[in-house]
């Protein structure tokens, strides 16, 4: 029989065998499969009952919230033996739940007389925390039961369902990523070594990337290399939690400050990071590196660069850079070319033997002083360029001491007259009835600027054009008695053709042959 007590607790009220009748009834009922089922006891000498406060409720929780469940025991005569809380999982795949006095170690036991009988009566609480589900999107649900046996064997259990329900989970911020050190400018000497630590960490989803980037803050200025810059030997984690889990990498990067010879130079050292959602987060570092800051003082040494008196180059045109360098009394150990785009909006420059791979290298000794000299020449090539351009050669130098020296050479390079000019491809029915709706279409390579368009019927039967300033020209071929064509011309520039010089515009021709119907 199933009753709520006077505090409210859901039970299932039990058979107490009282005369050898009842003990028959009750012999009957297990025989014939009647009375069993969760919440019934075993046994005919006496009863037990277990009570579950709000049985017949299902309890809902936030993943990470902890939780209790209050339970009682009694039997009437004997005494308790055991009392044990257990879950079971209702979910599959669902993550376990780990009970606090599952055992009913701290249980509540009182005992009392009642005429010939004594009742013995346990009160027992266990506590749990619901746990958060990586990538969690769905409920899930688990079945705690009361279970209880006495000193005659009767046993009896209870139990009530939980859910842990995806909706109440607390919002997180999914990504986060923390760079060590100020925000402010830290300056770096030139020649110095510096190491950035980054952390990235995500909860629930798992991270998939990790880099660093560098910003030049002053235009103009010799880009800056980051060793381990991808993040290859980023030592990763997973720290697991009943309220989280976190995926943790760190990642350490190094960079040396280069040499600077005019402006100052600020860069940004910027840590991304993406997680398996395709949530981004960012933080970042400032440096500076203050020009001509570098004053050797164990051992000097000295870089020059050959600069001789030469007019502009022209596209195409190949040009030889001469420089070298001379320690004392330290070993020269490394030897490199960088390239600096001094004009803004020109196209790189490639240059051959760039680490002076290739160096002359010798050692002299004169006076007890030993000397190392490198000589190393590299090669480049004018690109196409829309304007004159400059580029700076600046040769750096340093020793085995790490002191550095550094000389430059710029080099100019005049504009292409056909860098602006862009490769057409017309698409589009060029031969048709009279009566026809016709569409050509014109298509720019090797450029993303934005483009401006002109169409124009140059012979032939006149037609109406519409959309001729756009990329898609259409018009309805005319009437004709005999075959005939009709030629147009499309001119293409990145600025409106009406301010564009010849040099600057890039035409193409089309004929389109129309045949009467």
Not at 267 to 292: E, M
Not at 342 to 366: E, F, H, I, R
């Amino acid at each position: 029989m199933i009753s709520l007590n006077k505090k409210g607790f859901y039970m299932k009220t039990l058979f107490r065998a009282k005369t050898p009748i009842a003990i028959a009834i009750a012999s009957i009922l297990t025989a014939c499969g009647g009375g069993g089922g969760a919440g019934e006891s075993s046994g005919s000498n006496a009863s037990v009952q277990v009570d579950i406060a709000n049985a017949n409720v299902m309890l809902t929780v936030a993943p990470g919230a902890s939780f209790s469940l209050n339970g009682a025991t009694s039997t009437m005569p004997g005494t308790i033996k055991s009392m044990t809380w257990t879950v079971t999982k209702l979910t599959a795949g669902a993550p376990t739940i780990t009970l606090s006095n599952s055992d009913c170690a701290a249980a509540d036991k009182s005992g009392q007389t009642l005429g010939k009988s004594s009742a013995n009566k346990w009160n027992c609480d266990v506590t749990a925390q619901a746990p958060v589900i990586e990538d969690m999107n769905a409920d899930s649900f688990y079945r705690f039961t009361l279970s209880a046996v006495d000193s005659n064997g009767n046993s009896a259990s209870l139990y009530r369902d939980v859910s842990v329900a995806a909706s109440l989970a607390a919002p997180i911020s999914p990504i986060t990523v923390n760079v060590a050190g100020s925000k402010t400018s830290t300056n770096v000497p030139i020649g110095n070594s510096m190491t950035l630590s980054g952390v990235a960490t995500s909860n629930p989803n798992a991270l998939t990337s990790l880099k660093w980037s560098v910003t030049n803050l002053v235009a103009g200025t010799v880009d800056l290399t980051i060793n381990n810059g991808d993040c290859a030997t980023a030592q990763r984690s997973k720290k697991v939690s009943a309220s989280s889990v976190n995926n943790v990498w760190v990642c350490d990067a190094n960079i040396t400050a280069p040499a600077i010879l005019n402006n100052n130079a600020i860069y940004r050292l910027t840590l991304h990071s993406i997680d398996t959602k395709g949530n981004t987060a960012t933080d970042y570092q400032d440096i500076s590196v203050t020009a001509g800051n570098l004053v050797p003082t164990i051992a000097p040494i000295t870089v020059k660069v050959a600069k001789p008196t030469e007019p502009a180059k022209t596209v195409g045109q190949t040009f030889v850079l001469s420089g070298s360098a001379i320690t004392n009394p330290n070993a020269m150990s490394d030897l490199k070319w960088d390239v600096t785009k001094m004009t803004a909006d020109t196209p790189d420059l490639q240059v051959t033997n760039q680490t002076c791979v290739n160096a002359g290298k010798s050692n002299q000794t004169y006076g007890g002083q030993s000397t190392s000299t490198w000589t190393c020449e590299a090669v480049a090539v004018a690109p196409s360029a829309a304007v004159d351009a400059t580029y700076r050669f600046v040769l750096t130098g340093t020793d085995s001491a790490k002191n550095l020296g550094y000389d430059y050479r710029d080099v100019t390079v005049t504009a292409d007259p056909l860098a602006s000019l862009l490769a057409l491809t017309v698409t589009g029915v060029t031969n048709v009835e009279s009566n026809a709706v016709v569409a050509l279409s014109v298509a720019a390579k090797g450029t993303t600027s934005p483009l401006f368009y002109e169409w124009k019927q140059i012979s032939g039967p006149t037609v109406a054009l519409v959309l001729a300033n756009t990329a898609n020209m259409s018009f309805i071929s005319p009437k004709v008695e005999n075959l005939s064509q009709i030629v147009f011309t499309v001119r293409v520039a990145k600025k409106p053709i009406a301010t564009a010089s010849a040099a600057e515009i890039s035409a193409t021709d089309v004929v389109v042959s129309v045949a009467p119907v």
